[in-house]
């Protein structure tokens, strides 16, 4: 069964950094592209970038390029998403998604991480 | 490429037929297209791919239909899980991919 499961959620103030994971199971988690994707509080479903964690090519939308860092390490099918200087708009649900290998579209999702920035 | 999802929210009875629509700005192959459905409190979940391709497990009352700029995703008939937000999604060039809006379907 393929499984993404996420990191729990946080409660940041804003200038810290964080990292949050998603961690793949049930199939090569090597050959499939991870996606992120935002989720502000009562918003629709915004895609932030990829990573193909076999050789860690990475693509990010033009919205946050720049903002956040994508990785993935292979060897323990987890996927990452950081910041390094939180601030208050960030404050949203993050979930990871699993591309297919067909048709572009996301078939697998995580439960999604909470993130929230407060001073 | 733009996605518009119309109406922005759909109130309909259990039973009745839901039709939901989804604009693209220019022209998408369909191959590119799905369909995702996201219930309160829950992740988003695959309903339908390549524009009519229902995902595993996802019941035959579930359609999807369209080519070109305008995409539909009909519930034949609705049941009470059925209330949820629907959102269509496709992967293109510049961004990869994108979402629409959602629709949100209610019961009335």
């Known amino acids: 069964e393929v499984q993404l499961v996420q990191s729990g959620a946080e409660v940041k103030k804003p200038g810290e950094s964080l990292k949050i994971s998603c961690e793949g199971s049930g199939y090569s988690f090597s050959n499939y592209w991870i996606a992120w994707v935002r989720q502000m509080p009562g918003k629709g479903l915004e895609w932030m970038g990829i990573i193909y964690p076999g050789d860690s090519d990475t693509r990010y939308s033009p919205s946050f390029q720049g903002q956040v860092t994508i990785s993935a390490d292979k060897s323990v099918s987890t996927a990452y998403l950081q910041w390094s200087s939180l601030k208050a708009s960030d404050t949203a649900m993050f979930y990871c998604a699993r591309r297919s290998r067909e048709g572009g579209y996301f078939d697998y999702w995580g439960q999604g991480t909470l993130v929230t920035v407060s001073s | 490429i733009v996605l518009t999802q119309s109406?922005?929210?759909?109130?309909?009875?259990?039973?009745?037929?839901?039709?939901?629509?989804?604009?693209?700005?220019?022209?998408?192959?369909?191959?590119?297209?799905?369909?995702?459905?996201?219930?309160?409190?829950?992740?988003?979940?695959?309903?339908?791919?390549?524009?009519?391709?229902?995902?595993?497990?996802?019941?035959?009352?579930?359609?999807?239909?369209?080519?070109?700029?305008?995409?539909?995703?009909?519930?034949?008939?609705?049941?009470?899980?059925?209330?949820?937000?629907?959102?269509?999604?496709?992967?293109?060039?510049s961004p990869l991919y994108t979402f629409g809006q959602g629709t949100k379907l209610e019961i009335k």
């Open chain 2, 7 to 93: 109406p922005g929210t759909l109130s309909l009875s259990p039973g009745e037929r839901a039709t939901l629509s989804c604009r693209a700005s220019q022209s998408v192959s369909s191959s590119y297209l799905a369909w995702h459905q996201q219930k309160p409190g829950q992740a988003p979940r695959l309903l339908i791919y390549g524009a009519s391709t229902r995902a595993t497990g996802i019941p035959d009352r579930f359609s999807g239909s369209g080519s070109g700029t305008d995409f539909m995703l009909t519930i034949s008939r609705l049941e009470p899980e059925d209330f949820a937000v629907y959102y269509c999604q496709h992967y293109g060039s």
